[in-house]
């Protein structure tokens, strides 16, 4: 009979605890990355008056950022698999760390624009980096938490800057975001240098301590001495179990998790790819740019005060935030299919009312509203991409399709700021209202091309991974 030793089961504790830990730091981490994207469509009214800077200088600072972002993703998959993830954090917290000082510290616009550049790396490294990793682990809750979390960041974001322009300036707000910053990528490096020991020890506990004959009881010699057909189930080690009696989690792992690998033609396997790209490029356009756009379009088009412009884009962070973590904590998973089908159709619907405009009231409310339906497309399109096309490819496609979102809210939301430069805010919504009927039609087409079952069966596709996963070690 195989026994393991007490004394083994203190590293798989130790391991379970590092993935904890690395779990609720990679929930950290997005809430401090969603807090710039939150802060800079608020600050940017009072920013282009300190700075003396065009309304539409706003897409300029996001369509550099977007270039940093888009370069680093293109690696990121490469960067994980050398670095590890919680180096490539480090990293990634660091260089936002400068470029955000860049940000406080600015004497001219100049500057902010140098180091938008730096900033959008840094972000497209934290996004893409813990995006690959948990969508590869199939954990579909912990991605919703994920995005929630990031929402949480963008909803505190316009907060702060509205506290701060209460004060007197908008710089403090990017001060404080410099530390927060700097606490995460020491403890991204805190936590790496820790993973090393305890995942070596980890994997030496799996390895099942067998007692010597000696040591052995009667009753254990006689069982070994059995055919292992003859041996109870329970009994056998896991490599003389049929492969039914083995837990799901073992053979998730020992598989390479996830859903086998679909056999694609080369040109197949491109067509579905770029049908991503284009879908994470228009989705993340329409909600980085209503997100971007609200605070200026509700002070310069409905006249609202700094306080109730900042109350109003904390409505849309903030419902976006809310439903995310709804999604990640109903006792029955949605199917994701089903998220981005449903979301989809309703933002088309609020994007436009915002284009009707019904008061300021109204306008306000379908922004809320346009927040709470994308909520849950982004982390269900990212579940997705493995089952679509398989999970050795999905290693480098989800990094690609995270650069992709970052080129769509930088540069659509640079777009949406000429045309508001040259027809006026009312473009505004015309504008959003487009982008969601092209996000519905991107969406159809790649599902065609790489459908992935009836809703009732895709929230079960992925497995999910156990507690003691180190992905993130």
Not at 44 to 73: C, H, K, N, Q, Y
Not at 288 to 296: I, L
Not at 412 to 441: E, F, H
């Amino acid at each position: 009979m195989v026994r393991v030793n007490q004394k083994r089961r203190r590293p798989l504790a130790a391991a379970g605890a590092a993935s904890r830990r690395a779990d609720a730091l990679a929930l950290a981490n997005f809430v401090v990355l969603g807090l710039p994207d939150g802060m800079l469509g608020t600050a940017w009214p009072s920013m282009r008056e300190t700075f003396a800077a065009p309304v539409g200088d706003l897409g300029l600072i996001l369509l550099l950022a977007t270039t940093g972002s888009v370069l680093v993703t293109a690696f990121v998959g490469t960067l994980i698999q050398r670095l590890g993830v919680p180096a490539l954090l480090a990293v990634a917290g660091s260089c936002a760390a400068l470029g955000y000082a860049g940000f406080a510290l600015a004497p001219g616009f100049g500057l902010v624009l140098g180091v938008a550049v730096l900033a959008g790396a840094s972000a497209g490294m934290m996004d893409a980096g813990l995006n690959t990793a948990i969508a590869l682990s199939g954990r579909q809750r912990l991605l919703n938490l994920l995005h929630g979390c990031y929402g949480i960041g963008t909803a505190i974001g316009p907060l702060a800057v509205t506290a701060a322009i209460l004060t007197g300036s908008w710089r403090p707000a990017y001060l404080a975001l410099v530390v927060l910053d700097l606490v995460i990528a020491c403890s991204w490096l805190r936590l790496g240098r820790r993973a090393g020991p305890a995942s070596a020890s980890a994997r030496g506990a799996k390895e099942p301590e067998v007692q010597s004959p000696e040591a052995q009881s009667p009753e254990a010699q006689s069982a070994q001495a059995q055919p292992a057909e003859a041996q109870p189930a329970e009994a056998r080690p896991a490599e003389a179990q049929p492969a039914e009696a083995q837990p799901a989690e073992a053979l998730a792992q020992s598989a390479g998790t996830g859903p086998a690998e679909p056999r694609w033609s080369r040109r197949g396997y491109g067509s579905v790819v770029a049908a991503g790209l284009s879908v994470f490029f228009l989705y993340t356009g329409l909600e980085v740019g209503a997100g971007q756009w609200e605070a200026t379009f509700c002070r310069g088009h409905l006249d609202l005060s700094p306080a109730a412009t900042g109350v109003a884009t904390f409505g849309y962070w903030g419902a976006l935030t809310a439903v995310r973590i709804c999604l990640a904590l109903v006792p029955r998973p949605v199917a994701p299919r089903s998220v981005v089908r449903y979301g989809s159709a309703l933002a088309v619907l609020a994007a436009a009312v915002i284009w009707w405009q019904p008061g300021p009231a109204g306008t306000v409310l379908a922004f809320a509203v346009l927040g709470g339906a994308l909520a849950g497309v982004f982390p269900a399109l990212v579940t997705l991409t493995p089952v679509r096309i398989g999970e050795r490819r999905a290693r480098h496609v989800i990094a690609w399709q995270v650069g992709a979102a970052a080129a769509g809210g930088a540069g659509i939301s640079a777009v949406i700021g000429l045309l508001i430069g040259t027809a006026g805010l009312a473009v505004l919504g015309p504008a959003l209202t487009a982008l969601a009927i092209l996000v519905v039609l991107a969406e159809l087409f790649l599902a065609r091309l790489a459908p992935v079952g009836p809703p009732a069966s895709s929230a079960v596709t992925i497995p999910e991974r156990s507690a003691n996963d180190p992905r993130l070690g």
